[in-house]
């Protein structure tokens, strides 16, 4: 089993994020989806036994990342963004639409603040909601050659 911990819009609770980290000790992967990239550089450093994999959002200005990763885990293909350049509190056409054309197994997006779990076709939609303002993170796990997403509530 492959642990992908997913983690969205810190807004400066490192404490959280940290928490959210310590409580899933299997997630050798952590995406950030974005607005709180100083708290996830941060953890980075916290935490060298972790791969991390950030994107920037809306709020963390004048970051050079790029604001839309693929890569692969356990076998499937992810696609992240923060969704705001998909416009995905109105609407999950775009990212929905990108992530298929790129080929992705599981499109992660954050932004709106609301856990969000779909499976369409194909293609999860997912996002873990926001460590800040809604004391919520997620994780993905591959098993099996499958995909199980869940949102988790901080302690």
């Known amino acids: 089993m492959v642990r992908v911990l997913v983690v969205s819009d810190v807004h400066g609770d490192f404490r959280g994020l940290c928490e959210a980290i310590e409580q899933q000790p299997t997630a050798r992967v952590v995406i950030f989806l974005g607005d709180g990239l100083r708290q996830a550089e941060d953890a980075a450093d916290l935490y060298p036994d972790r791969d991390f994999y950030l994107v920037p959002g ?39 639409m ?16 609301q856990p969000y779990e779909e ?6 939609l997912f996002n873990p909601g926001s460590l ?24």
């Not at 990108?98 to 603040?113: K, N, P, S, V």
């Not at 499976?119 to 999860?124: A, K, N, S």
């Not at 303002?133 to 499958?146: A, F, H, Q």
């Open 58 to 96: 809306n709020c963390d200005m004048g970051s050079t990342l790029i604001p839309i990763r693929q890569e692969t885990f356990g076998g499937k293909r992810f696609y992240f963004t923060h969704g705001h350049r998909h416009d995905v509190k109105y609407t999950l056409y775009r990212i929905d």
């Open 132 to 155: 800040r303002y809604g004391r919520t993170y997620g994780y993905v796990d591959i098993v099996g050659g499958g995909i199980r997403t869940a949102v988790v509530e901080l302690r």
């Open 98 to 113: 990108a992530a298929r054309e790129a080929g992705a197994d599981i499109a992660l997006f954050g932004h709106t603040h």
């Open 119 to 124: 499976y369409v076709d194909g293609l999860y």
